[in-house]
Each structure stands twice: as C-alpha cells, then as structure tokens.
C-alpha cells in the first residue's frame, strides 16, 4: 500500500480496518509528513514580505529541506508497514520454523530501524522549524507551532513502535543502546518543541 496515492478517506478506511496495515507507524510518517506541508505553507506565505527580506536565504534553504523531508516521511511510513507486516508474517511460524529462525533477526532490526529513522527525521525537521520562530509571517505562528507539534508527535509515536520492537531482541548490549538513543532524540524533540513554543 502506497499512503501517498490514498485519498484522505481511503487513509482514514485503511487505518479503521481489522488489518496489521497500516497502523501507528504509518500514521507517525504521516504525522512528519503534515508537519513538513505545515512549514512549508509558513514559508510560502512569508515569501515577497520585504518585512523578512534579509532571511530569504534561510527560506529558501528550509523550503528545500521540507520538500524533501515530506518525501522521506511518507516513505518511511510506508516501509514501516512493510517491516511490520514482514515480521508480523514471521510471528505466525513455530518458533523453530526454519524461515522464522533464519530470517527473525533482519526482519526485526528493520522493525526497529524504520521508526527510528522517523525519529530522527522528526527530530530534524524540528530543527528546521526552530531557525524559523521569528523570522517568517506572523499571521501563521499558529502555523508554525502546530508544524512543530506535529513533528513531535511523530516522534513520540515512533518511539513506540521502537520500545515494542526493542523488547523482542535478545541481546541486552544493543537493546540498552537503541534504548538510549530513542531517549535521547525524543528528549531533543521535545526540548525544540517546548522552543518553539516558548518563541510563538
């Protein structure tokens, strides 16, 4: 399923079935996908105002960042439905099922490293929305603001899908350190959040 060529009703169908696909990692991508339309929407009302003229640069620069985000989340929405439901598939075998046993371990690092990969996006995009507070119309700040909660909130709902996949792994070592990372990016988003929030 491509999220990109759904309508929203066709979207909003899909997640409401009784079906793995797509599901909340999807809608996290989706999350981070409208944060950067949002953003970019902020831009293209500031773009002309000669109020914000000396940060043109900046926008042009942010703008391109935002186009290209919005691509990457919606790919990364729908290759966590592909990791899931390669996993979910796996789930259904015996346990020593020859084909869970020998394809188990890459089918749940890709379950782990999709939504991670969100985060990290989320994070940046964050990033981004911070160098904007003060610099672009400020008739959008609202704009501005619900772009960033966005971002935050995709984040926080690939972090989930992180933690429930992090408790499936065997080994202790590289389960402690995702289990840091994720702390520490969603730490970082929701300080820029907070930010932002504080700048509008």
């Known amino acids: 399923m491509d999220l990109g060529s759904l309508t929203l009703n066709e979207l909003l169908d899909s997640l409401a079935a009784k079906q793995p696909t797509p599901g909340g990692g999807a809608v996290a991508g989706l999350l981070a996908a409208l944060s950067t ?13 000669k109020k914000y003229a000396e940060h043109e640069t900046l926008h042009n620069d942010c703008l391109s960042f935002l186009q290209k985000a919005s691509g990457e989340a919606l790919l990364l929405g729908n290759a966590d439905a592909e ?22 371990d890459d089918a749940l690092q890709q379950a782990i490293q999709v939504p991670l990969r969100t985060m990290e996006l989320s994070e940046r995009v964050l990033v981004i929305l911070q160098t904007l507070v003060g610099k672009t119309n400020a008739m959008l700040v609202s704009d501005l603001l619900i772009a960033a909660i966005l971002a935050e909130a995709a984040a ?34 929701k300080t820029i959040c907070n930010s932002i929030e504080d700048g509008c």
């Open 37 to 49: 339309s949002l953003g970019r929407m902020v831009l293209v009302y500031t773009e002309g105002k």
């Open 83 to 104: 990791a899931y439901e390669s996993l979910n598939a796996l789930w259904k075998l015996d346990a020593d099922d020859s084909r869970r046993i020998e394809q188990w």
């Open 156 to 189: 926080r709902a690939a972090r989930l899908n992180v933690e429930i996949n992090l408790s499936q792994m065997d080994s202790c070592d590289t389960r402690t350190s995702l289990q840091e990372k994720t702390d520490v990016l969603i730490s970082s988003c």
